[in-house]
């Protein structure tokens, strides 16, 4: 007995793999939108995921500039360069907004949470 393999899009719409033209990646596998046979990339959607993948990124980045904060007061140094780094790190996923294409958003990974995913 044959098994069917099916691709579900975002919204639920589903379409067996084997006729289905689907993205070359599936770095943003929750935004893909089935039109007819081809499955394609929602842009909104891919951006909401980027932003979440930098949040999870940046999380122990805070943590540790937290710290580094922290000592930084206990012995008077100065703290500007922490609070600025913390400042990137927060302002980071904002980073792909103005994407108009995947592409774009893929290179918009901001440099303060390391090394990109997309790379």
């Known amino acids: 007995m044959a098994v069917t393999t099916y691709i579900v899009d975002k919204d639920g719409n589903q379409i067996d793999a084997s006729t289905a033209t689907v993205p070359a990646n599936r770095d943003f596998r929750g935004a893909w939108v089935l039109s007819g046979s081809v499955i394609s990339e929602d842009l909104t959607k891919a951006k909401e995921i980027?932003?979440?993948?930098?949040?999870?990124?940046?999380?122990?980045?805070?943590?540790?500039?937290?710290?580094?904060?922290?000592?930084?007061?206990?012995?008077?140094?100065?703290?500007?360069?922490?609070?600025?780094?913390?400042?990137?790190?927060?302002?980071?996923?904002t980073a792909g907004n103005s994407a108009t294409t995947i592409a774009e958003l893929k290179a918009a990974w901001p440099t303060a949470c390391g090394d990109s995913p997309y790379a």
Not at 58 to 69: F, G, K, M, V, W
């Open 50 to 93: 980027f932003a979440d993948k930098i949040r999870e990124a940046r999380a122990p980045l805070l943590e540790a500039l937290d710290t580094d904060y922290m000592k930084a007061l206990e012995t008077s140094a100065d703290t500007a360069a922490i609070v600025a780094s913390k400042q990137a790190l927060r302002d980071a996923p």
